[in-house]
């Protein structure tokens, strides 16, 4: 990995400050450079005479191994990123990963729990907002709430949730503004049951930039501890913590807006996807809906066809 290290570090030097990946995405993308890098070593080679015979041989290793389609779809994407760059950059003057397929992979339909599994929920978090043995107990519960309440309004992704800043609540208090993935920014308005949670909870914070403060490193509140707490809401609720995490309620919020009618496009937005193949996912929802409806409103659905 020596040799390869110094252009492994300026491809994510670029990802980091020309496209705004996030920390978890530049993580992830130095481990899969990183084992791609090892490999090469393997066979004496590094990413300055890697070939085409070598990328594959490496997405072979990974099915030898058991690596699921989806991880060796992902890390041959960080590949080809950075074999791009190389090329880009004229450090090499072709790309071995040009005509490399793609592992096959299905496309799984998200988990998602049902509008009264999330009625649940929130009225279970709601029941215990507030509550406690000691005053750090009931400001948990509390900001658990909150959390949920937040989360299934606006389908935020966990890292932009519990990273909100203070300022993120505009003035009407009626909308959040998020920055999502790539520093994009998105306005997302609040139903009533948010927007009265999270003013009620934000008058009893302390000074500071974040609406979940944390004594940690980043400030605020992490992913993991809001994933533990949900799960363990769950369990309290009777419903499987196996199958209660926040990117599932991001899920429900999507499904559950397509079910009731919502654009597909509005959808997007909401989401925060810049691509609406992304939101495509949820088609499903859609497809049934359009069934149901042609099935009670086509006026030969129920006579079999024309006679």
Do not use: W
């Not at 389609?69 to 080809?80: E, F, K, M, N």
């Not at 009626?174 to 049951?193: A, S, T």
Request: hydrophobic share 40%; charged share 25%.
């Amino acid at each position: 990995m020596s040799g390869s290290a110094h252009l492994v570090d300026a491809f994510l030097e670029m990802m980091s400050a020309e496209r705004g990946a996030a920390p978890n995405t530049i993580s992830a993308y130095r481990r899969d450079l990183e084992a791609y890098c090892a490999f090469l070593a393997s066979r004496r080679r590094g990413v300055l005479d890697a070939v085409r015979e070598d990328v594959t041989a490496f997405m072979a290793d990974l099915a030898a191994e058991g690596l699921a389609p989806s991880s060796s779809a992902r890390r041959l994407s960080a590949i080809r990123q950075f074999h791009k760059f190389l090329s880009a950059d004229a450090v090499r003057p072709d790309d071995p990963t040009r005509i490399v397929p793609r592992p096959r992979i299905g496309r799984p339909l998200p988990k998602v729990l049902s509008v009264e599994e999330v009625g649940r929920l929130l009225a279970r978090a709601e029941a215990e907002a507030g509550q406690g043995d000691d005053e750090d107990a009931q400001g948990l519960s509390l900001r658990l709430y909150v959390l949920l309440e937040l989360l299934y309004a606006t389908g935020m992704r966990v890292s932009e949730l519990v990273g909100l800043r203070r300022n993120a609540l505009m003035a009407d208090r009626g909308y959040l503004l998020i920055k999502g993935k790539g520093g994009r920014e998105r306005i997302v308005p609040l139903n009533d049951r948010a927007k009265d949670a999270l003013v009620n909870y934000a008058k009893g914070l302390q000074a500071g930039p974040f609406l979940f403060p944390s004594r940690g490193e980043a400030g605020h509140l992490s992913r993991q501890v809001f994933a533990r707490a949900l799960k363990d809401l769950a369990a309290r609720e009777g419903i499987s913590a196996d199958r209660v995490t926040p990117h599932v309620l991001r899920h429900a919020f999507a499904s559950h807006l397509l079910a009731g009618g919502a654009d597909l496009r509005i959808v997007q937005t909401l989401l925060g996807h810049a691509d609406i193949s992304t939101t495509q996912i949820y088609t499903h929802v859609l497809d049934d809906r359009l069934r149901k409806l042609v099935e009670g409103h086509h006026p030969l659905a129920d006579t079999g066809g024309p006679t």
